[in-house]
């Protein structure tokens, strides 16, 4: 296996707001080295053990480290296995080994939030592979950016109206490293995100049903779901966040249902994608 050699790098290097200086590289690469035959998720944990790169509940940050290490070899700076068990894979999807057939459109939903009461918000746990199935298939079907896993902490909630119909997904995950206005607003220093970044979480995924089509349901399902995340975010992570932000394809949508479940506009993004590091990649601008 072709490694970089230790000289080559000579400065500290920062991923996911972590700072990794040319021994963590060195480690990394040996323990790539030593383990030729395992698996890019085993990797991940080995690293995170080594580097003691933990979450605060005290659990390894493997799927964030998987992260780092693909980034980390797309600029050469280690080299990883080829990834394993490709053989699932569908053209243009990943994430997904199959879909629940039971995800077809239903029959329009057009009452009003208050015919619908009370919601039932179901908290989805990975050890429900059904329900975690369905969540994930809704959400590639019918969300416009689709599924994707990401890393770090997250949580996601079904939304079932009182007679049992299904109505909405939503997922949340960790914050974006930066961004200008919610980092402006707060007034934070840099090393004072980096520190307590953990604390804003992020609504990476909502989707109402594209057949629900019920006046106030959006905004109603925000307020629930924001009075109970904290207690969740505590019971799964060991931690309370304290604020949280979203992005809106201002293209798309208007995120009156975000205002209206008392969400403040912050600003704009810049139209840039994260991994843009070549200020070359245009993405739609988004609210936040």
């Known amino acids: 296996m072709d490694l970089p050699l230790a000289t080559e790098i000579s400065q500290d290097r920062i991923f996911s707001g972590r700072r990794f200086s040319p021994a963590d590289l060195e480690c990394m690469r040996t323990i790539i080295a030593g383990n030729t035959q395992a698996s890019r998720a085993h990797l991940s944990r080995l690293v995170c053990q080594a580097l003691d790169w933990r979450k605060p509940d005290g659990g390894l940050k493997a799927m964030r480290c998987r992260v780092v290490m693909l980034r980390m070899q797309e600029q050469g700076l280690i080299t990883l296995p080829p990834a394993q068990d490709k053989a699932w894979r569908k053209p243009g999807d990943a994430t997904l080994r199959f879909l629940d057939p039971d995800t077809e459109p239903q029959p329009p939903v057009t009452q009003p939030v208050h015919d619908l009461l009370p919601l039932q918000i179901t908290l989805i746990t990975a050890a429900d ?27 996601r909630y079904r939304v079932v109206a009182a007679n049992g119909t299904e109505l909405a997904y939503l997922a949340w995950g960790s914050a974006a490293w930066k961004t200008t206005p919610r980092d402006q607003w707060i007034g934070w220093t840099a090393p004072q995100r980096q520190e307590r970044l953990h604390l804003v979480i992020n609504n990476t995924r909502f989707l109402i049903l594209p057949w629900v089509r019920s006046p106030n349901l959006a905004s109603h399902v925000l307020g ?7 207690k969740d975010w505590n019971t799964s992570f060991g931690y309370v966040p304290v604020l949280a932000e979203t992005f809106v394809d201002a293209t798309r949508y208007t995120g009156h249902c975000y205002r209206a479940a008392n969400w403040s506009l912050l600003g704009q993004t810049t139209g840039r994608s994260k991994w843009d590091r070549y200020k070359k990649l245009e993405v739609p601008k988004k609210d936040v």
Request: net charge positive.
């Open 129 to 155: 592979k059904a329900a975690s199935r369905r969540c994930n298939t809704f959400i590639f079907r019918y969300h416009y950016l689709g599924y994707q896993r990401t890393a770090g902490a997250q949580l």
């Open 224 to 230: 629930l779901i924001c009075r109970r995340i904290p």
